[in-house]
Antibody, heavy 123, light 108 residues
C-alpha cells in the first residue's frame, strides 16, 4: 500500500524557516517524480514544487521561487521542502504527492497524496 | 502560465441528479488534464486522468470528456458520498502545473 506521511509543519514567525519532510513507502520511491502542493485555509490547491526521480530536474511556482528548496533522499525514501523567508501568505496545508512519471517535465499526474502538514506563519 | 477556469464555483444538487462541471484552459493542452475530488480535511483523490480515463476503483458514474481547451466532468447520478469539492489540473505546460479554482458540490 502506498503511503505518504508529511511532517515538520507548525507555527513559525514571518521571516523564519521551516523544513517539511515526506516519508514514502509502498512503492519504488526512486522511480518517480514527487511534488509539493499546498492549500491555504478555505482556498484551492496550488502546485508549489516538483522534483524528478533523480533530483536533477526541479521546478517551482513563482510564488515560492528563491525562497523554497525541494530535495529528495532516495536512500531514505524521503522528500523535503526547505522553506525560508516565510510569509503570512505561505500559511497552508502542505501535501506531498507522488507523480505517475519519473520526470517533472512530462509529469503532473498525481496518483497518490499524503494527508498534509499544516504550516502557519504568524507573529 | 496556463490558466484553468472552472465553472461553476459552487453547485447545489440532489441525490440522483446528473451534474456537469467545466474546466477551460487559456490555451490548448491536448488531453493533459486530470480531475480530483477533495472532501473536507482530506487529501485530494484522482478520479479521471488523460481527460477521459477513469482511475481504477472510481465508480463508473464519473466520466470525463474534452480536449484542447474545454473539458467536462460528469457525475451521472449523484450519490451522498459525492458531495465534495472538485478540481481540474493541467499538466501540459510546466512549470507550473495549474489547478482550476474548484467547484464545491453541495446537497440541495
Amino acid at each position: 500500500e502506498v503511503q505518504l506521511v508529511e511532517s515538520g509543519g507548525g507555527l513559525v514567525q514571518p521571516g523564519r524557516s521551516l523544513r517539511l519532510s515526506c516519508a514514502a513507502s509502498g512503492f519504488a520511491f526512486d522511480d518517480y517524480a514527487m511534488h509539493w502542493v499546498r492549500q491555504a485555509p478555505g482556498k484551492g490547491l496550488e502546485w508549489v514544487s516538483g522534483i524528478s526521480w533523480n533530483g536533477v530536474s526541479i521546478g517551482y511556482a513563482d510564488s515560492v521561487k528563491g525562497r523554497f528548496t525541494i530535495s529528495r533522499d532516495n536512500a531514505k525514501d524521503s522528500l523535503y521542502l526547505q522553506m525560508n523567508s516565510l510569509r503570512a501568505e505561505d500559511t497552508a496545508l502542505y501535501f506531498c504527492a507522488k507523480d505517475e512519471h519519473p520526470t517533472v517535465t512530462n509529469g503532473g499526474e498525481f496518483d497518490y497524496w499524503g494527508q498534509g502538514t499544516l504550516v502557519t506563519v504568524s507573529s | 502560465d496556463i490558466q484553468m477556469t472552472q465553472s461553476p464555483s459552487s453547485l447545489s444538487a440532489s441525490v440522483g441528479d446528473r451534474v456537469t462541471i467545466t474546466c477551460r484552459a487559456s490555451q490548448g493542452i491536448r488531453n493533459d488534464l486530470g480531475w480530483y475530488q477533495q472532501k473536507p480535511g482530506k487529501a485530494p483523490k484522482r478520479l479521471i486522468y488523460a481527460a477521459s480515463s477513469l482511475q481504477s476503483g472510481v465508480p463508473s458514474r464519473f466520466s470525463g470528456s474534452g480536449s484542447g481547451t474545454e473539458f467536462t466532468l460528469t457525475i451521472s447520478s449523484l450519490q451522498p458520498e459525492d458531495f465534495a469539492t472538485y478540481y481540474c489540473l493541467q499538466h501540459n505546460s510546466y512549470p507550473p502545473y495549474t489547478f482550476g479554482q474548484g467547484t464545491k458540490l453541495e446537497i440541495k
